[in-house]
């Protein structure tokens, strides 16, 4: 007799919903019923479907009624979303593709939403699109966070002429080979921190389990559009914040997030929101989080943690560096994005600001917005715009796809491309390619009410993951 191969795609066919339920038939029929020709599963369960309680007392088979029982009841607590749009404020908008737009309006339908804004580097992503800030009454969203939580950029400037990068070029080269490690390398002697110390560690289960891994991997950075680079400073703003002569300097910017940790944190609550938060088809990756519930404040914990596991991650690798370098920089300047923050409105309020690929831009605080690594970023002062909820752009934004880019572009396109820019690349690929992103001068253009430019950073040595 044939062995009973029952799949997934077969349950789908006959609409067998998706989770707890759908495991545990192809589980059990597989166990308890192979006798049955396939076509005979398949009416089965097709017949438990339509008519559940039918097999309510039958052994095996109901299992899998109390798991649809279990999702029917949820299903009748769908949460509904808001039949209008909630008004938000888009900064470059030509440049824009029409998924982030669709992406923010259904965010901005959500029961919990009170504001949002969409950045001039939007684009597509999950849940709420990259550069989408959204405000919530009391409730946080573990994908309007993002998986890498607590993703910044961390700027060193040092007191070194910038012509060294051109005198002096492997000399660098070799000390971003030596002090950075990228995706799935770490370093053989990760430092201790203060961090891995946290009682968040040892009080909340998930975060309990990853807490061998964040040791292992502190320190390093995670792989896509994550760097290590040298490049030159230009102080522009006489008024700068650390009264530095205006001229170059030799900067050093990196940009990662909080890695291991983070990701799984996020997957977790994600999928504890997307349990308990029913949510349409169209807007299932909004599920949130209460802050009243012990899940919720749970999240809020574990996710203030992955942040500053983010920063600290930054923090080794700008020490390594210094220390090789024999010099203490200057002043460093730092700032993340996927993360949310509780802040105070103009009317009183406490919100959950979410924002996803955006920097924060409350006033007089500093960020860096990175172009591409042939492009200039921006060290900017926030001007506290209420429209935009204090935010401003994380970066140029990508205009293809990593798809796309990868598709489109040729490796001697690149090379011959980086060569007339004068960069070195080491690592990296053709999906992060410069002509992958949108012009980071227009992104700026598009938001200068929402920040003054102290002074620019322009790449000449990088590093990222390989290929």
């Known amino acids: ?44 369960l097709v017949d438990l479907l339509a008519d559940p309680t039918k097999y309510a007392e039958q052994e095996h088979l109901k299992q899998i009624v109390d798991a649809l029982q279990k999702r029917k009841g949820s299903d009748k607590a769908e949460i509904a979303l808001r039949p209008n749009v ?105 430092m201790d921190d203060p961090v891995l110390a946290r009682k968040e560690f040892k009080e909340i289960p998930i975060v309990r389990s990853l807490k061998d891994r964040a040791y292992k991997q502190i320190g390093s950075s995670g792989s896509g559009n994550h760097f290590v680079e040298f490049g030159i400073v230009n102080i522009e703003d006489p008024e700068n914040e650390w009264k530095l002569p205006t001229g170059e300097y030799l900067g050093l910017l990196s940009h990662s997030g909080s890695r291991g940790l983070g990701a799984n944190i996020a997957r977790h609550y994600t999928k504890v929101a997307m349990e308990q938060c029913l949510l349409p088809k169209e807007a299932k990756h909004l599920a949130w989080l209460s802050l009243d519930s012990e899940e919720g404040m749970e999240y809020w914990l574990a996710m203030n943690l992955a942040g500053d596991y983010a920063s600290a991650c930054h923090h080794h690798i700008h020490r390594r560096m210094s220390h090789s370098l024999g010099l203490p920089p200057l002043t460093m300047v730092e700032n993340h994005h996927n993360f949310a923050w509780k802040e105070l409105q103009a009317d009183g309020r406490e919100l959950i600001v979410h924002r996803k690929g955006a920097t924060p831009a409350q006033k007089g ?8 690594m042939t492009a200039p970023g921006y060290i900017v002062r926030g001007k506290g715009d209420p429209e935009s909820l204090s935010s401003a752009s994380h970066g140029a934004g990508r205009r293809m796809s990593r798809t796309k880019a990868r598709q489109n572009i040729h490796a001697k396109e690149l090379k011959r491309f980086l060569q007339d820019q004068g960069v070195t690349l080491i690592g990296g690929g053709l999906d992060e390619a410069p002509m992958a992103y949108k012009d980071i001068r227009e992104v700026m253009a598009a938001q200068s009410a929402l920040v003054d430019v102290v002074g620019t950073f322009l790449p000449r040595i990088v590093r990222m993951d390989k290929a």
Do not use: W
């Open 1 to 44: 007799m044939a062995k009973l191969r029952l799949r997934g795609k077969d349950l789908r066919k006959i609409r067998f919903p998706n989770g707890p339920a759908k495991s545990l038939a192809l589980t059990i029929v597989a166990k308890h019923f192979r006798h049955l020709k396939k076509q005979e599963a398949i009416d089965l």
């Open 86 to 190: 909630e008004p938000y404020k888009v900064y470059g908008i030509k440049n824009i593709e029409e998924g982030a737009h669709q992406q923010m309006e259904t965010a901005m339908r959500l029961p919990v939403a009170v504001s949002g804004a969409l950045m001039a580097d939007a684009h597509h992503g999950y849940g709420l699109p990259i550069g989408g800030v959204l405000a919530t009454e009391n409730a946080v969203i573990p994908y309007g966070v993002g998986v890498d939580i607590g993703c910044r950029m961390c700027l060193s400037i040092f007191d070194l002429p910038a012509q060294k990068l051109v005198e002096e070029r492997s000399y660098f080269r070799q000390l971003l080979e030596d002090n950075a490690r990228f995706g799935y390398n770490s370093f053989d002697d990760p």
């Open 365 to 372: 605080v500093l960020g860096i917005i990175p172009g591409s």
